[in-house]
């Protein structure tokens, strides 16, 4: 059964402060890691997916990484914008594109 | 493009009551899921759809029935609701990523309905 566990459950850094959100996988045959903020009241939103290890990807204060049984989302000087709930999703394959989800990282940014 | 857009975005219902939640993509997308979000379990996956005309099980499947009539709709009923049923639903779609670059994978989210079962 593909298992995705993230961590911290919740993370309040101040302005500037940088910091990375794990998240740990186990999946039988990963077809791709995938990144997704989600807002209060909204719908996931989604940001990277990583398709082997060693791969980097990066948008604005954001740099997602990839090893064989884990990845971390990097959150340079961050701002008050980039709060919000981190979710991770692996997809094995063979299933449809099915996404199988982390329970998420509670980000808090404050001034 | 409007995306994934769900119908409706709050409902109410007593226990026992039945409900239809819709779901439209205008992306031309051939994979759609239906997933629900409860505090601390994430997002699970009650039922998916790899095409017109056929619906598989999720992770969580107890207690609902999906149609995939057209293409572009996928439809999540509750024939009789209960409280456990208590819960924000999400519908997401993505392309068949045979014949796409795995970048085109990733699964497009609507805003979500948000069920209560009294």
């Known amino acids: 059964e593909d298992q995705v566990t993230q961590s911290p459950e919740a993370l309040r850094l101040q302005e500037g402060e940088s910091s990375s959100l794990n998240c740990s996988y186990t999946v039988s045959g990963l077809r791709g890691l995938f990144w997704y903020r989600q807002d209060p009241g909204k719908g996931p939103e989604f940001l990277f997916t990583l398709y082997s290890a060693g791969e980097e990807k990066e948008k604005e204060r954001l740099k997602a990484t990839l090893t064989k049984k884990e990845s971390f989302l990097h959150i340079t000087a961050p701002k008050p914008e980039d709060s919000a709930t981190y979710l991770c999703a692996v997809q094995a394959s063979g299933t449809a594109s099915k996404l199988t989800f982390g329970t998420g990282t509670r980000l808090q940014v404050t001034l | 493009n409007a995306g994934v857009t769900q119908t409706p975005k709050f409902r109410v219902l007593k226990t026992g009551q039945s409900m239809t939640l819709l779901c439209a993509q205008d992306m031309n997308h051939e994979y759609m899921y239906w997933y629900r979000q409860d505090p601390g379990m994430g997002l699970r996956l009650i039922h998916y759809?790899?095409?017109?005309?056929?619906?598989a099980k999720g992770e969580v499947p107890d207690g609902y029935n999906v149609s995939r009539l057209k293409k572009q709709n996928f439809l999540l009923g509750l024939e009789s609701a209960a409280p456990s049923q208590t819960s924000v639903y999400f519908c997401?779609?993505?392309?068949?990523?045979?014949?796409?670059?795995?970048?085109?994978?990733?699964?497009?989210f609507g805003p979500g309905t948000r069920l209560t079962v009294l």
């Open positions: 759809s790899v095409g017109e005309g056929t619906t």
């Open positions: 997401a779609s993505t392309y068949d990523r045979r014949g796409h670059l795995p970048s085109y994978n990733e699964q497009f």
